[in-house]
């Protein structure tokens, strides 16, 4: 008797149809290992209508299909049941830019385009994709789309929502919803395109996209300031955003620790500055003079708590720059084991998660060093934990309350506990526990509508729910 995999496989043309272990091997685990799934089927459609072929055959054999982009998730979203009892949809053969069109700054393009090739394709004409994230070497637009990416130039562009005009989506029976109008302005009954963003692959497939660009930003002025304190950054983001003539690509914080630990680990990377910190805030602004330059320098210098500042004086020394902000999760990966937490706050209380959240991991894991960092300008902080230098072991033992913790706080503080990288299969139950009753009711409401046979990536985001 075959099983519903194998009667799937024979109804799909055979170029879609992959069994080679080898190559499905390579799929099933997370980037960060936590997650390895089970699978005897990977599927790659070429075009819109062999995803929608795959999809009505599941939908009426009830199998579950996990979409899959270039697998550079945190959240084990991508990853198939370990009972082998789903199927694996890779995006990456659907991958033509249909059309860069200069003039009304806007990109088109299939789910399966890697984000750098885009952003490559843009740049040619002089525009700019608004998303950028140091996986862009990898990801794609569908998995990009799916997760609502951040990154960044989150503080210039917002985020990948934000940056969406129009979209594709083949729906759990196969259907194609073609929403694919490159509109400003569409106030036509609900935006049925945003319920798709972010949504994880569990209400569609995402096929195509069309982006609104941006112009490329002139040569931008990197400064890196050393400041006392979390409050002082945030009275710097303050200064810097109400600065007349000035655009604010980027603007992260970073504790003196996780510079020490990039400085140990990282080749070619020194320290900023001579002192000590604590704190360090790298920024690239756009300015609408560069004559300026020194005049806003010296206006950030003197906000209160600022101590000291480099200005980057050329492309090579900028890089240096944004290489240490950008090596931080490697180092941390070095030193030994590391906790990490996704949070947003409110931007004023980015000082009191940092010094209250510290506080309590501390009390959990004497010895434990905190390396809370991220992009203030959007209220989110990554707040890692990295293992005390001794008895490492301590660490992981006290992760679950450490994470406990945390999220308590963010609660209290009006924050999220998935600012970026969403929910996956690794936080269904802090959705179910920190979104409302009515909030739950509504999206499982719209799960079941988009999705009654619960196909659509299953148990990821909200719990499994028994199939008819
Ligand atoms: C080094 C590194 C840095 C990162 N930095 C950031 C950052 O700054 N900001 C940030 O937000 N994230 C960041 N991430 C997380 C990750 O890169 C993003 O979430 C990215 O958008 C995922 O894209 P992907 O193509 O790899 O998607 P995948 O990992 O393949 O999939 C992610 C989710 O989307 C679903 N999906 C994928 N394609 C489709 C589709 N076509 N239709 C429907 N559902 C689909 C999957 O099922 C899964 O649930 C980082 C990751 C790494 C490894």
């Known amino acids: 008797m075959p099983s519903k995999i194998d009667m799937l496989a024979a109804k799909l043309p055979q ?3 992959c069994r080679d272990p080898d190559a499905i091997a390579s799929r099933l685990g997370e980037w960060r290992g936590r997650f390895v799934g089970a699978t005897s089927l990977l599927l790659r459609p070429r075009g819109v209508a062999e995803v929608s072929q795959i999809l009505s055959h599941c939908h009426a054999l009830t199998i579950g299909v996990v979409p899959q982009g270039g697998n550079t998730g945190l959240c084990g979203g991508a990853v198939p049941a370990s009972d082998g009892s789903e199927v694996l949809l890779s995006l990456e053969k659907m991958d033509e830019i249909r059309r860069v069109h200069a003039e009304q700054f806007t990109l088109a393009a299939d789910a399966g385009c890697v984000l750098a090739d885009l952003q490559e394709a843009a740049r040619r004409q002089n525009r700019l994709v608004g998303i950028s994230l140091a996986a862009e070497g990898s990801c794609q637009l569908g998995g990009n789309l799916s997760t609502n990416a951040g990154g960044v130039n989150v503080i210039r562009y917002g985020t990948t929502r934000d940056q969406v005009l129009g979209i594709e989506v083949v729906l759990a029976d196969g259907r194609v919803l073609d929403l694919m109008r490159a509109l400003r302005k569409d106030n036509t009954g609900y935006d049925l395109k ?4 972010g949504a994880e692959g569990t209400l569609g497939i995402i096929t195509a996209a069309v982006l609104r660009l941006h112009a490329l930003p002139a040569e931008l002025f990197t400064v890196c300031l050393e400041v006392d304190s979390p409050a002082a950054a945030v009275a710097l983001l303050a200064e810097v955003q109400s600065l007349g003539g000035v655009a604010v690509q980027s603007l992260e914080l970073m504790p003196q620790v996780g510079v020490d630990l990039v400085v140990e680990h990282i080749p070619n990377c020194r320290q900023p500055f001579a002192g000590e910190g604590p704190w360090v805030v790298l ?13 806003i320098a010296q206006k950030l210098l003197a906000v209160p708590g600022v101590r000291d500042g480099v200005v980057a004086g050329n492309a090579q020394q900028a890089t240096e720059l944004r290489k240490l902000r950008e090596s931080f999760s490697a180092a941390q990966k070095r030193e030994g084991a590391s906790l990490k937490h996704d949070l ?3 931007i004023g209380a980015i000082p009191r998660l940092i010094a209250e959240g510290g506080r309590r991991v501390v009390a959990l894991c004497p010895g434990a ?8 300008g959007d209220g989110n902080i990554h707040f890692n934990v990295s293992e005390p230098t001794a008895d490492g072991e301590r660490l992981v033992q006290a992760a679950p309350a450490i994470a406990e913790a945390l999220y308590e706080l963010v609660v209290q503080l009006e924050g999220s506990f998935s600012a970026e990288h969403g929910i996956g299969q690794l936080k269904v139950d802090l959705l179910a526990r920190y979104r409302s009753a009515v909030e739950l009711d509504l999206m499982r409401s719209l799960k079941r509508s988009f999705d009654p046979k619960g196909i659509l990536n299953p148990g990821k985001v909200l719990a499994r729910e028994r199939l008819p």
């Open 15 to 17: 170029a879609v149809v």
């Open 283 to 295: 920024t690239e602004l756009e300015l609408a003079d560069v004559a300026h330059r020194e005049s």
């Open 369 to 376: 060093r905190v390396v809370a960092f991220g992009h203030i």
């Open 194 to 197: 945003q319920l798709f963003i």
């Open 344 to 346: 947003s706050v409110p």
